[in-house]
């Protein structure tokens, strides 16, 4: 089954440290739920940066999860 990350607004100068300056992996900005806010989309499954992932549900055919990015080391 196909994954999507979400990774929140608020995590938005890692969001363009890692994944837009190093990753590129970034597809889109603008995924908005109407209970937790504005999201980044990714496909990567294998992130570096990521601290934590959490279930969300499904979004179309695909399982989402949100994602928390780290500081790299």
């Known amino acids: 089954m196909s994954k999507l990350f979400g990774i929140h607004i608020s995590q938005e100068d890692l969001?363009?440290?890692?994944?837009?300056?190093?990753?590129n992996k970034i597809l889109f900005?603008?995924?908005?739920d109407k209970d937790i806010g504005f999201f980044y989309g990714c496909d990567e499954n294998k992130?570096?940066?990521?601290?934590?992932?959490?279930?969300?549900?499904?979004?179309?055919?695909?399982?989402?999860?949100?994602?928390?990015?780290?500081?790299?080391?």
């Open 15 to 23: 969001v363009k440290k890692y994944c837009f300056d190093k990753c």
């Open 47 to 73: 992130c570096p940066y990521e601290e934590k992932r959490l279930n969300y549900g499904m979004v179309g055919y695909k399982k989402f999860y949100l994602r928390k990015l780290k500081e790299a080391k």
């Open 29 to 32: 900005g603008g995924l908005i």
